[in-house]
């Protein structure tokens, strides 16, 4: 269902960065479960370029039973521009769920009015898409902007509504890097430095899709997997506790 997602996605990114391989842990870049009532592949990418210091992304495809594309970017250091998230979940053509953000790493309003408000004439043109669901995992208010496309949809308007949309975000976030201005000193670069990390802590301690992860692929391996990709910058809880 999202593969179409996935391959604008490769496209612009490798139209418009100077894109360079970005290791990722062994055993962790595919896997394969035979567990459940159908076959599910995952397979994840991941790239930095100068801009961007981790562009990667996840596809999960057990057939009509569920499909995830999942994607985050984080840019370098010297950027103080939010994170892109992208999460979208199919679990069968009638039960699916979108998320897209550009996920701010400060609440102030000059960095809202910055980098959250050029997001709003295009969230307005889909405010289908933009339910005000209630988040049972994460705080609204906390790595997610006000302009945020949240909600449960279908098939046809994964079509017609969200690809076109997801079309826009995406080019507004090239043209926020495009003129991004690099932080120049250590403790302006510092601060992304920690920012970044505790979005890594927040989201792994909380990432919902740590349980689909396990189902399909083991505890084991979805735990690294949770540390050693998606959120590396992340402590363990039980070793966060020692």
């Known amino acids: 269902m ?3 997602f996935k391959e604008y996605l490769e496209e612009e990114l ?19 479960s035979d567990r459940g009532k159908s076959k599910a592949t995952i397979q994840s990418w991941c790239y930095q370029s100068a801009e961007l210091r981790k ?9 009509e039973m569920s499909q995830v594309f ?8 010297n950027y103080d521009l939010p994170l892109l998230g992208i999460d979208f979940l199919s ?3 009638k039960k699916i769920l979108v998320v897209l953000d550009f996920q701010p790493l400060f609440r102030d309003p000059a960095y809202q009015e910055k980098y959250i408000e050029p997001m709003r004439e295009i969230r307005d043109k889909y405010n289908d898409l933009a339910q005000n669901l209630e988040m049972k995992f994460y705080d609204a208010n906390q790595y997610f902007s ?3 496309l949240f909600a449960k949809t279908d098939a046809e308007t994964v ?3 969200l690809f076109p949309a997801y079309q826009e975000y995406v080019q507004l976030y090239w043209q926020m890097l495009a003129s991004a ?5 250590e403790r302006e670069i510092k601060r992304i430095i920690e920012a970044q990390k505790h979005y890594d802590q927040y989201s792994a301690e909380r990432d919902p899709a740590h349980g689909l992860f396990s189902s399909y692929f083991g505890e084991e391996w979805s735990n690294r997997f949770l540390y050693e990709f998606l959120f590396e910058d992340a402590t363990p809880l039980a070793v966060a506790s020692v």
């Open 146 to 148: 006000k302009y945020l």
């Open 181 to 185: 201005e690099p932080l120049k000193t």
């Open 70 to 77: 999942n994607c985050v970017m984080y840019p370098s250091h």
């Open 14 to 32: 490798f139209g418009n960065f100077n894109l360079r391989s970005r290791p990722i842990p062994a055993g962790l870049e595919a896997n394969v």
């Open 2 to 4: 999202f593969q179409p």
């Open 159 to 161: 079509v017609n509504r």
């Open 55 to 63: 562009i990667r992304y996840t596809y999960i495809d057990a057939g």
């Open 91 to 93: 679990f069968g053509k």
